[in-house]
């Protein structure tokens, strides 16, 4: 299947794929047998892997698209199905909102019965900007942490892999922060740009940020869970003698907004701190990903070592979404065979976005994917299992 690359944008044409969705959330709507959703547990990827986690930004791996990496991609979308179909959907249950499984059998419940992965830390996110009538659902189960630790598989790797997954909106609250759309001011934390003139300052989507930081009644912030998490992990199984380490972090949607967000934590707030040998390499797959941050926190991400790679479906709305593109000349993002840097460029002044909180930059290197669907649902097209069947369907 041929595909075209300009900038940091692989677009592939592809064959008309439909899946279901629903307006609310985002479910998962074929079996965890079929093939867009298993990968080869027998391909060895060895060496190669960090090339595939990102260490070149994917340079010669896109287009077209690498096989182990198309493997793993779709591999790390199913951790992120897993987080969906572990989420209690019932509104009228007491259990709303909460992990279905236990820990321990949570991958294998969910319909990944064979990953060599065990589940390490159940993760919760609470709302801070929902109304009060909304508190029953302000806060709930959001993803996991998983850790390899089969031998055969982390041989196969060529490191001992962790997985943070999250899934993407599901309750009435969550969709209050969506909506929190303009930008706010990050904390200093973490290296800072070689450019000392810089007045820009690093911000993102107040939403996501308050998602992330906000603590809930029974638990602490998302971004607190992470931290310690990530940490212990690294105590415990980094260090000489043990097998590279490396922290992917994957997500849909919201999901997806999150996983950036946390790539950035974790390089930031606790990479840093490692010694150079010990530092485990961090890598964001994100999944139809909305609008994160300005360009300055795409630089400082960038410049603290994460790594980000944005499958977008040409089709989803979702990703061109919130606020306007705006880019300096030192974005990898350029024109793409999708519309050409004129139509991405903002239809109002740019002093004036900035101004309204709404000058945003797509962040990481974007791998975009496209369906022959003349006129795409719009729901349909942000569906997860459309983008694993779409990534799926990428040919050598």
Known sequence: MAASISGSRTCYPTSVVRARGSCGTIRCSFAPCSPASKHSTSLRIGTKWADLQGARVWDGLLSPLDGALRGELVRY?????????????????????????????????AGLPETGYQVTCLLHAASASAPGWLSS???S???????????????????????????????????????????????????RSNDASEEEEPMVESGFWRLFTGPGEAHSSLQDQVRGEV??????????????????????SL??????????????AIVHQCGEDDAPMVTAVSFGCPRVGNAAFRRRLEESG??????????????????????????????????GSAKRKPRVPRWLVTKMG??????????????????????????????????????D
């Open 77 to 109: 979308g199913g951790f992120v199905r897993a987080a969906y179909a572990s989420f209690d959907f019932d509104g009228r249950a007491s259990s709303y909102g909460s992990c279905r499984f236990p820990s321990r059998s949570l991958l294998r419940r």
């Open 137 to 139: 659902c302000s806060s």
């Open 141 to 191: 189960y959001i993803g996991f942490v998983a850790v390899c630790d089969n031998e055969d598989e982390i041989e196969r790797l060529g490191r001992r892999d962790v997985v943070i997954a999250y899934r993407g909106t599901t309750t009435c609250s969550e969709w209050v922060d969506n909506f929190q759309s303009t930008l706010t001011r990050l904390p200093a934390a973490g290296p």
């Open 231 to 252: 940490q212990r992990i690294i105590r415990e199984y980094g260090g000489k003698g043990m097998p590279p380490l490396s922290i992917t972090v994957t997500g849909h």
């Open 255 to 268: 999901g997806a907004a999150l996983a950036v967000l946390t790539a950035y934590e974790i390089t930031t």
């Open 306 to 339: 994460g790594k980000v790679l944005r499958i977008v479906n040409s089709n989803d709305i979702v990703t061109k979404v919130p606020g306007f593109p705006v880019d300096d000349c030192s974005s990898r993002s350029s024109s793409s065979r999708d519309g």
């Open 358 to 395: 709404w000058a945003y930059s797509d962040v990481g290197r974007e791998l975009r994917l496209r369906s022959q669907d003349s006129a795409p649902n719009v729901v349909a097209s942000h569906d997860l299992d459309l983008y694993l069947k779409l990534v799926a369907a990428c040919t």
